[in-house]
Structures are given as structure tokens and as C-alpha cells.
């Protein structure tokens, strides 16, 4: 896959201020809280105030939560174990929308570390996972929901778009994935803890990827700029 942008390794900063939130990785189970109000700085300079309000709680490594337009639902990425979670007006289902816990590897940094639902996810069922599995390679795969039941995936459904990409570290993956506005998918992958990666346009690591999920292997869109 082609890169779309280069992306130079940044240090990170330990006196950030205030109005940037670090989500950072624990081992307990924490809660994921929705933003309602926060402390944000509006065009005038003046600060207003933010609150937090309690969605669900109960969680264990929480990364990532994505909701298919047009749906009321959080789905959630518990990046340990690989699971998927379906949090419906403040209730978090029995059952996982797609447990991937036989395919990830969460050493690390890694794991179950990206969702996105195609656009027209309504009409075709299809979404998006990114995830670290065998020796830490990167990955993102396409599932499908359950034509019967639409709080679960299809396992069978499985088709790998990008990778495996391999990687020699457990630090520094990245994961996250979003579709743009021009319907193509974006996949951020970290440098591997090696950062001359970033810079070196023979490697995807260290870059953002924009790839197009509706075209055939290997997805590359003919306008990407490198």
C-alpha cells in the first residue's frame, strides 16, 4: 500500500496543556466516559467549561469506540483481549460483537487497536479492524455483520486488506483507522520504534496510509501522492 502522508516521529510532551487529553493504556478496568462539555478554548481566547458524564463502565483496556452512521450504539475495542463490545443505551451486551482473541497479539503497544464502519455500512454490513497478530505484524481486515443479528459479526467473513506487515518491536504501532469524507480509508501505523522509518517512503511504517476498501487488491487509490 502506498502511502498518503509522511508522518516525522514526535517526542512526547509531559507538560501538555490542559486542554490536551493523553489516553493512555491500563490494566485495570476503567470506564469510558463521553464527552459532553470540556475544558476547550473557544475563538476569543476565553475558556469554557467542560463535563464528563458516564456512558459505560466495567471495561478492560479500552482503545477505540465507533458508532456505524446513522446508529445510537458504541461499539468498543478492548485492545488486550481482542474483543469488541456493544454498548446500547448505557447496557453493555453479553455477547461480543467479534472476539479476536485467538488472532491478536497484545504485546506491548499492540492489539486489538483500530474499528471503522464503511460508509454505507447501513446497506452492506462490512467494517474494519486493525489489529497486531502473528510476531507482531500489523494487519486490518474486513469483516461482515450477521445478516440475522446485527449485534454480532460473522467470523467467516474475514478478508485482510492490508499486511501482514511486519514489525520487529511491540512499541510504537499505531492502529487507528477512520474513513475520510472522499470514502477512502486512512490507517496511521507507528514507525516500530525505529524512527528513520517515518522518512523512508520504501516502508510503510511511520506513514498514513489512505487505501480504497471498494476497488480490488491492492486497494491503492490512483490519486495517492508517493
Given at each position: 500500500v502506498q502511502p498518503?502522508?509522511?508522518?516525522?516521529?514526535?517526542p512526547v510532551m509531559h507538560n501538555e496543556p490542559p486542554?490536551?487529553?493523553?489516553?493512555?493504556?491500563?490494566?485495570?478496568?476503567i470506564p469510558v466516559f463521553l464527552f459532553l462539555m470540556?475544558?476547550?478554548?473557544?475563538?476569543?481566547?476565553?475558556?469554557?467549561q467542560l463535563e464528563l458524564e458516564l456512558a459505560v463502565d466495567g471495561l478492560s483496556n479500552p482503545v477505540m469506540v465507533a458508532t456505524p452512521p446513522g446508529d445510537s450504539r458504541l461499539f468498543?475495542?478492548?485492545?488486550?483481549?481482542?474483543?469488541?463490545?456493544i454498548a446500547d443505551q448505557g447496557t453493555t451486551l453479553p455477547t461480543p460483537f467479534l472476539d479476536l482473541g485467538g488472532l491478536v497479539e497484545s504485546?506491548?503497544?499492540?492489539?486489538?487497536?483500530?474499528?471503522?464502519?464503511?460508509?454505507?455500512?447501513?446497506?452492506?454490513?462490512?467494517?474494519?479492524?486493525?489489529?497486531?497478530?502473528?510476531n507482531n505484524a500489523s494487519i486490518v481486515a474486513e469483516y461482515v455483520a450477521d445478516a440475522a443479528n446485527p449485534n454480532i459479526a460473522d467470523p467467516s467473513s474475514a478478508q485482510i486488506i492490508v499486511g501482514p506487515i511486519a514489525q520487529s518491536?511491540?512499541?510504537?504501532?499505531?492502529?487507528?483507522?477512520?474513513?475520510?469524507?472522499?470514502?477512502?480509508?486512512?490507517?496511521?501505523?507507528?514507525?516500530?520504534?525505529?524512527?528513520?522509518?517515518?522518512?523512508?517512503?520504501?516502508?510503510?511504517?511511520?506513514?498514513?496510509?489512505?487505501?480504497?476498501?471498494d476497488v480490488p487488491f491492492p486497494h491503492v487509490p490512483f490519486d495517492n501522492p508517493f
Open positions: 498518503f502522508a509522511v508522518c516525522s516521529r514526535v486542554s490536551i487529553h493523553m489516553c493512555r493504556y491500563s490494566a485495570l478496568p470540556a475544558m476547550v478554548t473557544s475563538i476569543n481566547g476565553q475558556a469554557q468498543i475495542c478492548e485492545r488486550e483481549d481482542g474483543k469488541i463490545l504485546n506491548g503497544e499492540g492489539g486489538l487497536l483500530g474499528l471503522a464502519f464503511h460508509p454505507q455500512y447501513a446497506t452492506n454490513s462490512r467494517f474494519y479492524v486493525s489489529y497486531t497478530g502473528a518491536s511491540v512499541i510504537h504501532k499505531g492502529g487507528t483507522i477512520e474513513f475520510g469524507p472522499d470514502g477512502k480509508l486512512y490507517l496511521s501505523l507507528g514507525d516500530d520504534d525505529f524512527y528513520p522509518n517515518g522518512q523512508d517512503l520504501s516502508v510503510a511504517k511511520g506513514k498514513i496510509l489512505r487505501i480504497d476498501v
